[in-house]
């Protein structure tokens, strides 16, 4: 029997299992089932809507399938009824023709009107088995199928079509977004719906603020364009700022007197005077009215002339140094990051340039080491200097990072850079070590050594004229011999460009050349092979010393030059047309193609004139009519022919396109086919006559009129440049108004439509768009084209 009243025991049990339940509560922490139910019924909620909304988009497709298909029926009957009633007339025709005319007329009536009956009839039939349910025909299992694939591919082109439809939708608003369009055009719409919004919730917002990846995405969606726009213009204005590269015309040296008149260092006095009087013939102001630049210059002469005409001048001249304690260099120039390039990286000449800091000692040390060495190889290469405090932007040109100085770089056409540390605190140690370097980095001259390589060199007819330069014996050279050829070394470097230079033996020479004035390795010897063509004559000029043989072949390359047009470009522009030994003019032939009829005819018709020329100038000196004239040189002037080309060629052995400021320059001259230049005064003229029979004669009689160029227009700048990089033709690009508004509308398109591609897909769209740049950026396509066959 169970008691009604529990026991102690049971009380106590019952007592402890409830504070462990409450300890067990308070431990888990109170649950909010209030906020779960409303949570799990919102969530309940959005499931259901969700699926009300799909199956109501089902829904009404499967209506206006079905709709579709019962227009195709009632379509059908009606056809079919019509030719129904047409053949029931046809034989009430036939029938009425064998009675009289009256019964024709009758029965053709009757049938006519049990036809349209009938039709009506079955017109009505049909709209009442369209209207009310009616049973039908069985359909056939294969006509089921057939409408169920019917209406399953009707579904599926309407689907693809609303996804189309939604797919240009997203591309227009992304594209509108980006420029800036579309962002104004759904915040004008958005204020209208935000508001009624708010106002059906008493004023407050119905959005959650709370941080989630969806809003970051629809904010990210909505400001994306214009921030977009904004980093893509600052990139624009940079790209502008990058791409108006200066380059300077005019490279300001400190005036070195000897290369003013043109004269070696070791020159008499008679042929200082003899210079003095040729140039001050072709620059002295009276012969050039109206040209600041030949009174700027003819000054220049005068200084010179008077300096080292006087021999006390010219000894302080020559002994000329800094003042002590200082860095200032007589011998080298002072290079800046804005004519670094143009001096050092587009020069045919080899450059030995040095960074320095004004306050190192190491530096102090080595300068009169520097100066001793520039001055005695300053016909041999080119030396400048750069202040690594004032111009740090000029570091970038140079190989490596600079942390310790003085640090000595050679630059040369075609060959990697080379380096010196010279930290030795000996002056001495320095010197040798320097000297070492300049003998040893200064490019050579190709040297045969036997009779077989000269011949095949020789004989073979592709390529650039040949100078063999022919040596007394086989051995290396030394001592004094070698520090002469140096200067030989830097005339075939300047000058590889327009000729191929070989160096052999006496013994292989006579071997291979078979000439009676090869005196078989007693002397030095220069043969000179212009016309490459098989059985050409060639010239050979024997040699008294090695000094001579830079003169010799400063000649023959003046010579091999005038007989053909070269293509100009940045890096031989000063060498063709601002010679220093005389006045030089270039014709610029443009669009002229290299071997053309009217490239020849060029050449052939200067060739006449610089003869007639010349045949009245020895006319007058033997009349002596004019003593100016007989006391100058040969000639007072020369006109070099260059090519140039008004559009990029895609090969990379063809030449390029002039450079931005070409347009500027040849817009001077009305865009004449063919105007003189003279780089040294920056003045133009324009060719009219289609013949070059007398342009000597109309330079030296002042018949054409010159005129300066404008300041703001850079002569270098016009040359084309075949090394520019992509980098640097692509800011050129974008600085221009067309080509960023180009570039932006290409790379806006670019976003809003790759989204909405497969990977690919877009993978593949981005490879072809980036082949119909590169097929359309001649310079793209020239690097592609080298690249391939170097490879």
């Not at 069985?138 to 609303?162: G, H």
């Given at each position: 029997?169970?008691?009604?009243?529990?026991?102690?025991?049971?009380?106590?049990?019952?007592?402890?299992?409830?504070?462990?339940?409450?300890?067990?509560?308070?431990?888990?922490?109170?649950?909010?089932?209030?906020?779960?139910?409303?949570?799990?019924?919102?969530s309940?909620?959005?499931?259901?809507?969700?699926?009300?909304?799909?199956?109501?988009?089902?829904?009404?497709?499967?209506?206006?399938?079905?709709?579709?298909?019962?227009?195709?029926?009632?379509a059908?009957?009606?056809?079919?009824?019509?030719?129904i009633?047409?053949?029931?007339?046809?034989?009430?025709?036939?029938?009425?023709?064998?009675?009289?005319?009256?019964?024709?007329?009758?029965?053709?009536?009757?049938?006519?009107?049990?036809?349209?009956?009938?039709?009506?009839?079955?017109?009505?039939?049909?709209?009442?088995?369209?209207?009310?349910?009616?049973?039908?025909?069985?359909?056939?299992?294969?006509?089921?199928?057939?409408?169920?694939?019917?209406?399953k591919?009707?579904?599926?082109?309407?689907?693809?079509?609303?996804?189309?439809?939604?797919?240009?939708q997203?591309?227009?608003?992304?594209?509108?977004?980006?420029?800036?369009?579309?962002?104004?055009?759904?915040?004008?719409?958005?204020?209208?719906?935000?508001?009624?919004?708010?106002?059906?919730?008493?004023?407050?917002?119905?959005?959650?603020?709370?941080?989630s990846?969806?809003?970051?995405?629809?904010?990210?969606?909505?400001?994306?364009?214009?921030?977009?726009?904004?980093?893509?213009?600052?990139?624009?204005?940079?790209?502008?700022?990058?791409?108006?590269?200066?380059?300077?015309d005019?490279?300001?040296?400190?005036?070195?007197?000897?290369?003013?008149?043109?004269?070696?260092?070791?020159?008499?006095?008679?042929?200082?005077?003899?210079?003095?009087?040729?140039?001050?013939?072709?620059w002295?102001?009276?012969?050039?009215?109206?040209?600041?630049?030949?009174t700027?210059?003819?000054?220049?002469?005068?200084?010179?002339?008077?300096?080292?005409?006087?021999?006390?001048?010219?000894?302080?001249?020559?002994?000329?140094?800094?003042?002590?304690?200082?860095?200032?260099?007589?011998?080298s120039?002072?290079?800046?990051?804005?004519?670094?390039?143009?001096r050092?990286?587009?020069?045919?000449?080899?450059?030995?340039?040095?960074?320095?800091?004004?306050?190192?000692?190491?530096?102090?040390?080595f300068?009169?080491?520097?100066?001793?060495?520039?001055?005695?190889?300053?016909?041999?290469a080119?030396?400048?200097?750069?202040?690594?405090?004032?111009?740090?932007?000029?570091?970038?040109?140079?190989?490596?990072?600079?942390?310790?100085?003085?640090?000595?770089?050679?630059?040369?056409?075609?060959?990697?850079?080379?380096?010196?540390?010279?930290?030795?605190?000996?002056?001495?140690?320095?010197h040798?070590?320097?000297?070492?370097?300049?003998?040893?980095?200064?490019?050579?001259?190709?040297?045969?050594?036997?009779?077989?390589a000269?011949?095949?060199w020789?004989?073979?007819?592709?390529?650039?004229?040949?100078?063999?330069?022919?040596?007394?014996?086989?051995?290396?050279?030394?001592?004094?011999i070698?520090?002469?050829?140096?200067?030989?070394?830097?005339?075939?470097?300047?000058?590889?460009?327009?000729?191929?230079?070989?160096?052999?033996?006496?013994?292989?020479?006579?071997?291979?050349?078979?000439?009676?004035?090869?005196?078989?390795?007693?002397?030095?010897?220069?043969?000179?092979?212009?016309?490459?063509?098989?059985?050409?004559?060639?010239?050979?000029?024997?040699?008294?010393e090695?000094?001579?043989?830079?003169?010799?072949?400063?000649?023959v390359?003046?010579?091999?030059?005038?007989?053909?047009?070269?293509?100009?470009?940045?890096?031989?522009?000063?060498?063709?047309?601002?010679?220093?030994?005389?006045?030089?003019?270039?014709?610029?032939?443009?669009?002229?193609?290299?071997?053309?009829?009217?490239?020849?005819?060029?050449?052939?018709?200067?060739?006449?004139?610089?003869?007639?020329?010349?045949?009245?100038?020895?006319?007058?000196?033997?009349?002596?009519?004019?003593?100016?004239?007989?006391?100058?040189?040969?000639?007072?002037?020369?006109?070099?022919?260059?090519?140039v080309?008004?559009?990029?060629?895609?090969?990379p052995?063809?030449?390029?396109?002039?450079?931005?400021?070409?347009?500027?320059?040849?817009?001077?001259?009305?865009?004449?086919?063919?105007?003189?230049?003279?780089?040294?005064?920056?003045?133009?003229?324009?060719?009219?006559?289609?013949?070059?029979?007398?342009?000597?004669?109309?330079?030296?009689?002042?018949?054409?009129?010159?005129?300066?160029?404008?300041?703001?227009?850079?002569?270098?700048g016009?040359?084309?440049?075949?090394?520019?990089?992509?980098?640097?033709?692509?800011?050129?690009?974008?600085?221009?108004?067309?080509?960023?508004?180009?570039?932006?509308?290409?790379?806006?398109?670019?976003?809003?439509v790759?989204?909405?591609?497969?990977?690919?897909?877009?993978?593949?769209?981005?490879?072809?768009?980036?082949?119909?740049?590169?097929?359309?950026?001649?310079?793209?396509?020239?690097?592609?084209?080298?690249?391939?066959?170097?490879?």
């Amino acid at each position: 029997r169970t008691p009604l009243v529990p026991s102690i025991h049971a009380t106590r049990r019952l007592r402890g299992a409830g504070c462990a339940a409450r300890s067990a509560r308070a431990a888990m922490g109170k649950v909010d089932r209030f906020a779960q139910l409303k949570k799990e019924s919102q969530s309940v909620r959005k499931r259901v809507v969700a699926e009300a909304r799909e199956a109501a988009k089902v829904a009404h497709q499967n209506e206006k399938a079905e709709q579709r298909l019962q227009e195709q029926r009632v379509a059908e009957e009606r056809a079919k009824a019509r030719q129904i009633g047409a053949g029931r007339f046809e034989r009430a025709l036939r029938e009425g023709s064998s009675g009289s005319t009256f019964a024709k007329g009758k029965g053709i009536h009757d049938e006519d009107s049990e036809d349209d009956d009938t039709d009506i009839q079955a017109a009505q039939d049909a709209q009442g088995r369209q209207d009310s349910p009616q049973p039908q025909k069985k359909e056939s299992a294969a006509e089921r199928k057939r409408q169920q694939a019917l209406r399953k591919a009707d579904e599926l082109k309407f689907l693809a079509e609303e996804e189309q439809a939604a797919r240009r939708q997203r591309i227009l608003q992304r594209l509108l977004r980006l420029v800036v369009v579309g962002f104004f055009l759904e915040a004008r719409g958005a204020n209208g719906p935000r508001k009624e919004r708010g106002k059906k919730k008493g004023g407050k917002n119905s959005e959650s603020s709370d941080f989630s990846v969806a809003r970051v995405r629809q904010t990210l969606n909505e400001y994306g364009g214009p921030i977009f726009m904004l980093l893509f213009m600052c990139a624009l204005f940079g790209a502008r700022i990058m791409g108006e590269d200066f380059v300077p015309d005019r490279l300001h040296d400190e005036v070195n007197f000897y290369d003013v008149l043109g004269v070696a260092s070791d020159a008499s006095q008679p042929e200082v005077r003899k210079a003095y009087k040729a140039l001050a013939l072709s620059w002295h102001p009276d012969k050039n009215p109206g040209c600041e630049a030949c009174t700027v210059r003819f000054a220049k002469i005068s200084e010179a002339y008077e300096t080292l005409n006087n021999p006390s001048l010219r000894k302080a001249y020559d002994q000329r140094r800094a003042p002590d304690g200082t860095l200032e260099s007589m011998e080298s120039v002072d290079l800046t990051a804005d004519d670094f390039e143009v001096r050092v990286k587009r020069s045919n000449e080899v450059w030995y340039v040095v960074v320095y800091e004004p306050t190192d000692d190491r530096c102090k040390h080595f300068h009169p080491v520097w100066e001793d060495t520039a001055h005695k190889y300053r016909h041999i290469a080119r030396f400048g200097r750069v202040d690594m405090i004032k111009e740090r932007g000029a570091l970038r040109f140079f190989p490596q990072r600079v942390a310790m100085t003085p640090l000595v770089f050679r630059f040369a056409r075609g060959a990697e850079p080379e380096l010196l540390q010279a930290a030795f605190m000996d002056e001495d140690v320095m010197h040798t070590q320097f000297l070492r370097f300049v003998s040893e980095t200064l490019p050579t001259v190709e040297r045969f050594g036997s009779a077989d390589a000269v011949r095949s060199w020789w004989d073979s007819r592709t390529g650039r004229p040949r100078i063999l330069i022919i040596a007394p014996a086989a051995g290396p050279l030394r001592g004094t011999i070698s520090d002469q050829f140096m200067q030989v070394q830097g005339v075939a470097h300047t000058w590889a460009e327009f000729a191929e230079f070989r160096m052999t033996d006496g013994k292989s020479a006579k071997n291979v050349l078979r000439d009676d004035r090869l005196q078989g390795g007693s002397s030095w010897s220069v043969a000179i092979k212009s016309d490459l063509r098989a059985g050409s004559s060639f010239e050979v000029r024997p040699v008294d010393e090695v000094r001579h043989i830079p003169d010799i072949l400063q000649d023959v390359l003046a010579q091999i030059v005038m007989a053909q047009a070269p293509p100009v470009t940045l890096r031989n522009h000063q060498q063709l047309c601002n010679s220093p030994l005389i006045r030089t003019y270039c014709l610029m032939l443009v669009d002229a193609a290299g071997g053309s009829n009217r490239v020849n005819s060029a050449l052939e018709e200067l060739n006449a004139s610089r003869t007639t020329y010349m045949h009245e100038v020895q006319e007058l000196r033997a009349s002596q009519e004019d003593r100016e004239a007989s006391e100058g040189g040969d000639e007072a002037f020369h006109i070099q022919p260059v090519r140039v080309m008004t559009s990029s060629s895609r090969l990379p052995w063809l030449p390029v396109a002039a450079g931005h400021a070409f347009g500027a320059v040849w817009n001077e001259v009305h865009q004449a086919p063919a105007f003189l230049v003279e780089v040294e005064t920056r003045r133009i003229a324009a060719v009219r006559t289609t013949s070059y029979r007398d342009l000597y004669q109309q330079i030296a009689y002042d018949e054409l009129k010159f005129q300066d160029i404008p300041e703001a227009v850079s002569v270098a700048g016009a040359m084309p440049d075949p090394e520019v990089t992509l980098r640097r033709e692509l800011l050129q690009i974008l600085s221009t108004v067309p080509g960023s508004l180009l570039a932006f509308f290409v790379v806006a398109a670019t976003i809003a439509v790759v989204p909405e591609l497969s990977l690919v897909t877009g993978g593949a769209v981005v490879a072809l768009v980036v082949s119909a740049l590169v097929a359309a950026w001649p310079l793209a396509s020239r690097r592609c084209i080298s690249l391939v066959s170097c490879a």
